[in-house]
């Protein structure tokens, strides 16, 4: 199994900032990765596929890069609505999530 | 419209059964690969249960093979989550997503999520 670990866990910034979020992955993936923003009461909503291309209808302050193990998702300028825990996801070996990284208001 | 609605969950005794279902509409349903997926009480989330479009795979993790089974109706533009043994860590809120792929025989991600549906394991 392929294992996906994100951190920081927790990310304490003010809306305008720059967010930058990491997961690692146990082996590589390639690119097959993609990331997720979930809301409190919410589905999870897909923002980023194939490592770096943004999903349709999601801002271009997101983006994603990487590849092989280690990859990131940046928000270029917080937006208040951005604030949500996300969640790194693999298609290489199955389907693994990694535990999530909450974005709360610093 | 296009989305998922799910149905079935409650209340269920440990190792009873239970099966839920996924009502799908706006889309091309016998197009897609459907998933199910599910989050316990403030945890992430764990991959269930993926289905091709024409059921021709299906693929399960290691630790859920055996007691959980997906299946399609694709007249009916459902998908189904057969459960069995459940047990209390079975307890979650069970989202199914569509694949965002259509015609793949194995999954890519989730473009497409229902809003859940709630199942407690407990005595």
């Known amino acids: 199994e392929i294992v996906l670990t994100q951190s920081p866990a927790t990310l304490s910034l003010s809306p305008g900032e720059r967010a930058t979020l990491s997961c690692r992955a146990s082996q590589s993936v390639g690119r097959s990765l993609a990331w997720y923003q979930q809301k409190p009461g919410q589905a999870p909503r897909l923002l980023i596929y194939d490592a770096s291309n943004r999903a349709t209808g999601i801002p271009a302050r997101f983006s994603g890069s990487g590849s092989g193990t280690d990859f990131t998702l940046t928000i270029s300028s917080l937006e208040p609505a951005d604030f949500a825990v996300y969640y790194c996801?693999?298609?290489?070996?199955?389907?693994?999530f990694g535990p999530g990284t909450k974005v709360d208001i610093k | 419209q296009v989305q998922l609605v799910e149905s079935g969950g409650g209340v269920v005794q440990p190792g009873r059964s239970l099966s839920l279902s996924c009502a799908a509409s706006g889309f091309v349903f016998s197009n897609s690969g459907m998933h199910w997926v599910r989050q316990a009480p403030g945890k992430g989330l764990e991959w269930v249960a993926f289905i091709s479009f024409d059921q021709g795979n299906r693929y399960y993790p290691d630790s859920l093979k055996g007691r959980f089974t997906i299946s399609r109706d694709n007249s009916k533009n459902t998908v189904y989550l057969q459960m069995s043994s459940l047990r209390p860590e079975d307890t979650a809120v069970y989202y199914c997503a569509k694949d965002s792929r259509d015609y793949a025989d194995y999954g890519w991600y989730f473009d497409l999520w229902g809003r859940g549906t709630l199942v407690t394991v407990s005595s």
């Open positions: 996801q693999q298609r290489y070996n199955l389907f693994t």
